[in-house]
């Protein structure tokens, strides 16, 4: 399958749902970046929305966002951004620049890939030696909105919005490429009454140990 992503409607709704983000989003992002340094990647910024949570310690940001509309935007946050962030076109699996990172962030971004495995491989060849990924991603869920979850990715949901799947185990995908999972827990942004597929975030550190 082809690596492109070219995505007129999604970024359209992208760029407004990302403007509009509720406070209880928007501290989970600072949270997930809090305590960072050093040169950083993240994957698939979109619109940028992460870039003005980077703490001051972070040195320089390279940002991947192959959805060239969602890149122009994610141009001009990074503008206004409180460290250097560089945003380039590529798509993650097309990005190489061997180990050396001291983290790579990865936020609502592993649902959207077409082979979550042999990114998360690629990510940990990227990062130095005890270097961490950071993640805040949507994950499968049990019981009745693990079900609806399966519906929602086997017809209308990765169409409408950019490839996203609900019902991944990427909590399991991350530790299977060899990264120490330290501080995984997850969160709820929505009530639990809400029938929401992707209301849950799992967020966590996974460290190269090696
Ligand atoms: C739901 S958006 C999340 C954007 C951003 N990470 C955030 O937290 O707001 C998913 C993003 O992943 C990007 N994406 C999808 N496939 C990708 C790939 N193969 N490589 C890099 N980014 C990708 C999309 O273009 C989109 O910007």
């Not at 995505?7 to 305590?35: D, H, I, V």
């Not at 936020?107 to 940990?124: A, G, I, K, N, T």
């Not at 399966?150 to 530790?175: M, Q, Y």
Request: proline fraction near 6%.
């Amino acid at each position: 399958m082809s690596d492109a992503v070219d995505n007129p409607f999604f970024a359209r709704l992208w760029t407004t749902m990302s403007s509009r983000e509720p406070e209880s989003l928007r501290r989970l992002r600072r949270q997930n970046l809090a305590g960072l340094s050093g040169r950083v990647l993240e994957v698939g910024a979109g619109t940028g929305t992460n870039f003005e949570f980077y703490p001051a310690t972070v040195t320089e940001v390279v940002a991947v966002e192959p959805e060239r509309r969602l890149a122009v935007v994610a141009e001009r946050a990074a503008a206004r951004a409180p460290v250097p962030v560089t945003v380039t076109g590529q798509t993650v699996e097309e990005f190489t620049d061997g180990q050396s990172f001291d983290a790579v962030v990865c936020s609502l971004v592993l649902c959207s890939v077409h082979d979550p495995e042999q990114v998360v491989r690629q990510l940990y060849s990227l990062l130095k030696p005890g270097g961490e990924l950071r993640y805040l991603e949507h994950v499968a869920e049990s019981g009745g909105r693990g079900r609806l979850q399966k519906f929602v990715d086997a017809t209308f949901w990765p169409r409408l919005l950019g490839n996203c799947h609900t019902h991944r185990h990427t909590e399991s995908t991350i530790a299977a490429a060899g990264l120490q999972v330290t501080g995984a827990h997850r969160e709820r942004v929505m009530p639990a009454w809400v029938p929401m597929p992707a209301a849950e975030f799992a967020m966590g550190v996974a460290v190269r140990s090696d």
